[in-house]
């Protein structure tokens, strides 16, 4: 048995545009559901979310039933958490808060082995496929995908060091938080935002490397992707699951008016 094919990263680094869904729920039968959809990702969070090291596993094993690579976001850049979940077998990690490229850099050695990081080495995992993939120790670090996160005006004031750490493989932007550094709190659609955004992912393209981002409805999607952002969370689960809830009932209380 071999250690699986990151097809996410294999994908982000060929220059593919990757649409995702990001996931707040934590409910394993919803993961399952809308493994099933046809998303290129989708994004567990264990930062906001309700859920802590050992929820996730669970949404890693129903995500399995469909073709989604599964990214999960720990609750901070602690090497702990990052090692927890890669034995959980999450191939792919959005560290959030990155603010300089030492905080890159302690990220990308969290991910690897000895000599090239500090992750710890067990044998019996869920990511060696319980002992059975031989490999796994020798490949784990071609396959394991490093995505980091910016957030805040200092973070994007160092945007090009952050990105050019080797072992960074993306860079995600936080619109919200990025807001509310920037003095927009609870606005990302202001126009110094949204420029902000725009002059980020131009900084990124001219280095080659691919910039991520979090959309909450269709429009902001199509112009992130627009922009050239490589891959897009292009909804959350549970704004979805709201918005037609409010629909529905908005349209059968105005009928029956």
């Known amino acids: 048995m071999q250690i699986p094919t990151n097809h996410f990263k294999h994908r982000l680094l060929a220059g593919e545009q990757l649409i995702g869904i990001w996931m707040s729920s934590v409910s394993p039968l919803l993961a399952e559901m809308l493994s099933l959809v046809g998303y290129d990702w989708m994004l567990f969070d264990s930062e906001h979310a309700p859920v802590d090291v050992s929820g ?102 160092q945007l090009e060091e952050i990105a050019a750490v080797p072992g960074v493989d993306g860079v995600f932007i936080g619109p919200s938080d990025l807001a509310a550094s920037l003095g927009h709190l609870g606005n990302p659609a202001h126009p110094d935002v949204q420029e902000v955004l725009q002059d980020a992912v131009a900084r990124l393209k001219a280095l080659g490397k691919p910039a991520g981002i979090l959309a909450t409805n269709q429009a902001d999607a199509q112009r992130y992707l627009d922009w050239g952002y490589g891959f897009v969370a292009a909804s959350v689960d549970t704004g979805l699951l709201m918005n037609a809830a409010r629909g529905l009932l908005a349209s059968l209380q105005k009928g029956g008016a």
């Open 56 to 157: 996730i596993m669970p949404l890693l094993q129903a995500a399995a039933a469909g073709k989604t690579a599964s990214v999960v976001r720990p609750a901070w850049n602690d090497k702990v958490l990052i090692k927890r979940h890669l034995d959980q077998g999450a191939q792919t990690l959005l560290i959030p808060f990155v603010e300089s490229a030492d905080e890159a850099q302690a990220a990308v050695r969290a991910m690897r082995y000895p000599p090239a990081g500090i992750r710890g080495v067990a044998g019996s995992t869920r990511a060696t496929r319980f002992g059975l993939a031989a490999n796994y120790l020798r490949r784990a670090d071609e396959e394991l995908c490093l995505l980091v996160q910016i957030e805040t005006g200092t973070a994007m004031e």
